[in-house]
């Protein structure tokens, strides 16, 4: 299971003051060296964070494999199309938001998000849909030539300690195996912490986790290079 960790907050934290630093550039290769497989930024349309200029030199910088997480708009389209990432994850955007809330709802946007899929890989890039673990939006995905998900593991996020624990776990099992039979790849992420992240990192059916908050969490306390190898290290090692 390879681990992508999304730099977002160490532009949260350079935008507070709207200065020059942290650099998410400099954090993306920190967390290459300390084996990091894959980089992911959001590029929102209120720029909260990740700037376009910000994608434009990771582009240009990251040696593994560069993730752009965007709404289905034809900014973002245009964007994307210019820098050329090697994947871009479709995910749901509302402005009010602090994070985002929800997997993409593939089934009520089947005709807008079918045409962005087909203009985002005739121009070169594999396209993810980050969708909830449920199996009829795997399937309408995989209907649409999607072949690639990320499965939400927000809610077993948020229920980790309680009750409903044991089911979110098993929702998002349950996804990542049908969508494995559908022939798609399977990522996984959203609320992944250092204490939730072993149930996930033992289905064998998910190939990679993004993991962000957590992450420049920890790295502001001990750095960022321990705080990847850390996680990274819990994915290999689940705990029981």
């Known amino acids: 299971m390879r681990l992508a960790v999304n730099i ?29 497989q894959g980089i992911t930024v959001h590029l929102r349309g209120d720029r909260r964070h990740i700037q376009e200029r910000d994608v434009e030199i990771l582009r240009r910088t990251v040696t593994t494999h560069l993730n752009v997480e965007m709404a289905a708009t034809r900014e973002m389209v245009r964007i994307a199309q210019a820098h050329k990432p090697d994947q871009v994850t479709l995910v749901p955007e509302r402005r009010e938001e602090l994070t985002t809330e929800g997997g993409l709802d593939v089934m009520l946007h089947a005709g807008s998000i079918e045409g962005v899929v087909k203009e985002l890989r005739d121009s070169g890039m594999d396209v993810s849909v980050f969708v909830d673990p449920d199996l009829e939006q795997i399937r309408a995905c995989h209907k649409l030539g999607v072949t690639t998900i990320e499965i939400n593991t927000g809610k077993y996020s948020d229920h980790w300690r309680g009750s409903r624990r044991p089911e979110e776990l098993e929702k998002i099992t349950n996804t990542a195996r049908g969508a494995r039979k559908l022939g798609l790849r399977v990522l996984a992420g959203h609320g992944i912490t250092y204490r939730n992240v072993d149930p996930i990192a033992r289905i064998s059916e998910i190939e990679e986790l993004n993991i962000g908050h957590s992450i420049i969490a920890r790295a502001s306390l001990v750095g960022m290079e321990r705080a990847v190898r850390e996680m990274a290290d819990l994915m290999r090692n689940p705990r029981a």
């Open 8 to 36: 977002d907050h160490i532009a949260t934290i350079r935008q507070a003051r709207k200065a020059d630093e942290p650099d998410p550039v400099v954090a993306a290769s920190l967390a290459e060296l300390a084996g990091a």
